[in-house]
T-cell receptor, first 114, second 114 residues
């Protein structure tokens, strides 16, 4: 069964600190992996998209890594800011029957404290 | 401004009263989809559309209908809403369901069915 699992479920850190969010997946056949940021009450916004051949991709203070062999991804946030408080969702795309399917993780809720 | 617009943002209705949630995108995207988001379950796909007049079921299509008569619009129809359809709904679009095409989400519609 295609699944995407994220950890931790929630995380509290102090402003200025770094943190790493994890995503493990069992999705086949794998097409790409995406990280989204969702502010409370808003729609998710794309941070990164990585294909099979990409190991690392950055977007400002956000750096995503992908290990396609172990089927793991991480999202590292550097020098956190209050505005980083949000849910972070890992999404894996699989190609099946001529179309693509998105499998969503349940997200990690990050709270950054001053 | 490129965006996905959903209306209404909030909707309270009673069981059995037909309703429509509209979704419109101004980016000429081919792919559009609807999701519901419930606590602890993450985003689950209801229906998607690869192009005009082409729609298909997602993971949780029961109790919902969609149509794609024009490229920019993808309304979600609840013919006879029930309390278990109380949820936060998101519409999303992308250029195509490909490797480097991010999903653009609307800001959501919070539906309460009493």
């Amino acid at each position: 069964k295609n699944q995407v699992e994220q950890s931790p479920q929630s995380l509290i850190i102090l402003e200025g600190k770094n943190c790493t969010l994890q995503c493990n997946y069992t999705v086949s056949p794998f097409s790409n992996l995406r990280w989204y940021k969702q502010d409370t009450g808003r729609g998710p916004v794309s941070l990164t998209i990585m294909t099979f051949s990409e190991n690392t991709k950055s977007n400002g203070r956000y750096t995503a890594t992908l290990d396609a062999d172990t089927k793991q991804s991480s999202l590292h946030i550097t020098a956190s800011q209050l505005s980083d408080s949000a849910s972070y969702i890992c999404v894996v795309s699989a190609r099946a029957s001529g179309t693509y399917k998105y499998i969503f993780g349940t997200g990690t809720r990050l709270k950054v404290l001053a | 401004e490129a965006q996905v617009t959903q209306n209404p943002r909030y909707l309270i209705t009673v069981t059995g009263k037909k309703l429509t949630v509209t979704c419109s995108q101004n980016m000429n995207h081919e792919y559009m989809s609807w999701y519901r988001q419930d606590p602890g379950l993450g985003l689950r796909q209801i229906y998607y559309s690869m192009n005009v007049e082409v729609t298909d079921k997602g993971d949780v299509p029961e109790g919902y209908k969609v149509s794609r008569k024009e490229k920019r619009n993808f309304p979600l129809i609840l013919e006879s809403p029930s309390p278990n359809q109380t949820s936060l709904y998101f519409c999303a679009s992308s250029l195509g369901v490909g490797a480097v095409s991010p999903l653009h989400f609307g800001n959501g519609t919070r539906l309460t069915v009493t």
